[in-house]
């Protein structure tokens, strides 16, 4: 019993392991991408860096990928080039405005943020104050006003109380103040509009991505 259930526990674990090496089996398609976290890729595997193959020496991964990812199409082609990048599926998602073709490259690590240009602004300003008039202490009518102080006058004659004209205000006076003027300066900014480069990638983990050029042909079906 025990010599059985060793015999089942070993399978089990080979069943484990050829299950964990299947990422870049030796015996993997060709054209399929696998990531190992060693340095280097597997027999079998080029490195997915836009290398270029000889076409003689990798005719199936030729006939399957043609110059999709570059090369001249004649003596060699080129593998996809995932340094930096991030792999997506082909095609056009619904809702989505763009269509991204059969190894297309796309995107920016950084993108560059433009100041606004230089301009100028308008203010509004609402200004008020107040201010003293002097109003003469003698109750009128009195014949003058003293020191040619504010009076109440009939229309057409001396707003100031320095002869008959006029007859002093007892109480109050209405008076309309002209505000002053306001100047205007212009301030040019202290430095030249610039810009600035923001990152949009987010954390990652570097690992070694590995494409199979020398494995089993893919079937359709």
């Given amino acids: 019993m ?8 070993m399978g089990f674990a080979a069943s484990i392991g050829s299950h964990t090496v299947q990422g870049c089996a030796v015996d993997g398609y060709i054209g399929s991408i696998c990531w190992t976290a060693a340095s280097f890729c597997p027999r079998g595997y080029v490195s997915a860096r836009g290398a270029s193959i000889a076409i003689y020496d990798a005719p199936a991964y030729y006939a399957l990928t043609g110059d999709t990812y570059g090369g001249d199409n004649q003596t060699y082609v080129k593998v996809p080039d995932l340094t930096h990048r991030e792999s997506i599926h082909n095609g056009q998602r619904p809702g989505s405005m763009y269509n991204y073709t059969w190894g297309m490259y796309l995107g920016f690590e ?3 943020i433009p100041f606004a240009p230089e301009h100028s602004h308008s203010i509004l300003l609402n200004a008020s104050g107040t201010g003293n008039i002097a109003i003469s202490s ?12 504010w009076s109440l006058v009939p229309a057409g004659l001396s707003m100031f109380g320095f002869s008959s004209d006029g007859y002093s205000a007892s109480n109050s006076v209405a008076a309309h103040l002209d505000g002053g003027s306001i100047s205007t300066s212009v301030f040019p900014p ?7 480069s923001v990152p949009t990638v987010g954390p990652q983990t570097k690992l070694t ?13």
Avoid: H, M, W
């Avoid at 025990?2 to 526990?9: G, H, T, V």
């Avoid at 003698?138 to 102080?149: F, Q, S, W, Y």
């Avoid at 202290?190 to 600035?196: C, I, R, T, V």
């Fill in 190 to 196: 202290l430095s030249a509009p610039s810009q600035e």
């Fill in 2 to 9: 025990n010599k059985r259930l060793y015999l089942i526990a």
């Fill in 209 to 221: 991505a590995c494409v199979n050029v020398d494995g089993l042909f893919p079937p359709r079906n």
């Fill in 138 to 149: 003698i109750d009128g009518p009195e014949k003058d006003a003293v020191g040619n102080t």
């Fill in 110 to 112: 950084s993108k560059i």
